[in-house]
Every structure is written in C-alpha cells, then in structure tokens.
C-alpha cells in the first residue's frame, strides 16, 4: 500500500493510511500542486501550500469512511473543493485558507442545503459522510 | 474599485467562460460526456470574467489556451442564479471582446445552478487528458518514494508521449473544423 506521496515540496505522509480512496485523491492532489499561477487563464492562484496541508489532514479524518474517491478541484484562490457523487446524492466540501470548511449537500430531488464548520470540522465532515452515505 | 450594475447586460445576452481542462475542474461521465464543477464559478475576488459573445467569438476566446473548453450561459441565468448578491458590469481595466465581470460572492448554490445553466459551445470541448504544464509534471505523477511496493522508475518519455498526442489531438480537431466548414465549389 502507498504511503507516502512523492513531491517537490514535502512528502504527502499517508503512513498508517490503508484506504485506497485517500490515497487515490492525495495523488489527485499532488498533481494539482504542478500547475502554476493563471493555470485556469484567469488569473488563478497555485494550490495553497496550507490548504494542501489542511486537505491532507480532511482526506486522513475520512479514512475510516467508506467512500468513493471524490473529485479534487482546484480553486482560483488556490484552493481545494472535495466533491462526492454517491447514489445520486452530491456533497462538495470547500477547504478554506482557516482551515475551515464550507459545504453544500445536493439531494436526489435536486435540493441543496448549504453550511460551515468553523469548530471540530472532523466531526462535522463524519457527519456529512454519514448522510452522504444513507 | 466601484462597480455598478450595467442593466443592459440581461436577458438574452449570450455569455462565454473558459472552463480549464484539469482534472477534476472538468469531470467526464461514464459516457464520456464533459461537466465543469460548479467551483470554476468562484472566482479569488469575488469578481468572475466573462465575456459577451456577440462582442467576441469562440476562437477568439480559446487563443492561447490550447485544451480548454468553453461554456455559455445568458446573463438572465446568472440573475436568476445568483439573485440581487451580484451585479454584471464591463471590466473597466480590460474591456476588450466584451469582457463583463460578475461581481459579488456567489454562493454554493448559485455556483451549482450556474454549472447546471452552463451549456458548452458546439465543438469547444476540454482536452480528456491534458498534458500538465509544468515539465515535470508527468513524471512526477509516476513517481514514488523509494520503498514502496509500486515505485516506478521516472519515465522522461512520459511527458513527450503526452505532448505529441496533444499535438496530434488539436490537429485533428482543427482538420475535423477545416473539412466541416469546407463546401464544395459551384461550377
């Protein structure tokens, strides 16, 4: 199992990680971390080294959860949105330079419900797996 | 800077964003078919480029931006999705090809209803598999830490492999334009 995650800034350490799912969306993550200033063309910022950071700590708080491998977007801030498509429901997770989260949920009937977490955001992400995994 | 609304930019007014082709800002589904992520709809400073397409077109707008696509949406859309929290106005340090700036925070919600509005211009599709662009970046997506079970040696014809087939990939989309275009002459 892969744990750690070459780079040029700082091995992404997965030890004790046996999901492939975090491992699969840390590898996603590292990739993003070539791409350099304007890479969206407007203007976009490199992936922040702190929110890279964050998201590592957020993928290993899940790593007991049972999930799909999320999608890894890049933000023009440099930041990172987890987004998880599971029996027609949707979760996206914004990571936030404070190292907190915004998220928005997407029923099946289309319906969004959107939130933050400011304290104990592990928590709150658990939570947020459990009702995307219902 | 001060920014007022420019009521003119409504209804019907035809909208372009480019859409980076990076995984995952651009996701594909299981047939094949592309979808931007709503968060290419936020933008740094609350102030997200687009640009009028009757005052452009959409080569113009991929110039220089090889494997992007592009998406369109009218400005009524982005009222109706985003509400009174934002206002549509020229950019007055840029306003070359109609470009229009929509400014003000544009929540998650608004986000997914702009990436449900969001249509992509006929031809004007991402590259599936972008070559990243630092030189590096193939190889080292291949690359491991040493005592790992599935280290891999770094490969340098990794990253020329994907570049000639870019290459190849944009000539053949040009070609494929070329000949739809191309119309017999009349005797």
């Known amino acids: ?38 890479w969206d063309s407007y203007g976009g910022k490199p992936l922040n080294q702190g929110i890279k950071k964050f998201t590592v700590q957020v993928l290993k708080s899940l790593r007991n959860e049972d999930l799909p491998i999320p999608a890894v977007v890049l933000g023009s801030g440099g930041t990172i949105q987890l987004e998880w498509h599971v029996k027609q429901k949707e979760l996206e997770v914004e990571l936030r330079d404070d190292n907190t989260i915004e998220f928005m949920k997407v029923l099946q009937n289309g ?13 709150a992400l658990r939570g947020l797996s459990r009702w995307l995994q219902e | 800077m001060d920014r007022h609304d420019d009521p003119a930019i409504d209804g019907e007014v035809l909208l372009y964003r480019r859409i980076p082709p990076w995984p995952d800002n651009t996701q594909w589904d299981a047939q094949g078919k592309p979808k931007p992520s709503a968060f290419n709809f936020k933008d740094k400073d609350d102030e997200l480029s687009v640009h009028i397409a009757a005052e452009t077109t959409p080569d113009k707008m991929l110039l220089g931006h090889p494997d992007f696509g592009l998406v369109q949406f009218t400005a009524r859309q982005i009222r109706e999705c985003c509400g009174n929290s934002v206002i549509i106005c020229r950019c007055p340090d840029d306003p070359t090809d109609g470009h229009v700036l929509i400014c003000g925070k544009i929540t998650g919600g608004a986000r997914k209803k702009i990436q449900q509005a969001a249509r992509w211009v006929e031809d004007k599709y991402p590259t599936r598999h972008p070559t990243f662009p630092a030189d590096t970046a193939a190889n080292d997506r291949n690359e491991m830490s040493p005592g790992m079970g599935d280290a891999k040696a770094p490969n340098p014809n990794v990253n020329i492999v994907g570049k000639i087939t870019s290459v190849l990939r944009r000539g053949l989309k040009n070609l494929t334009g070329w000949f739809r275009a191309w119309k017999p002459p009349n005797n």
């Open chain 1, 111 to 123: 319906d969004t419900t959107e939130g933050e977490a400011r304290d104990n955001v592990a928590a």
């Open chain 1, 1 to 38: 199992m892969a744990s750690i995650i070459a780079n040029t800034s700082g091995a992404l350490d997965l030890s004790a990680v046996d999901a492939q799912w975090v491992v699969e969306a840390a590898r996603k993550l590292e990739a993003l971390g070539h791409l350099r200033a304007n």
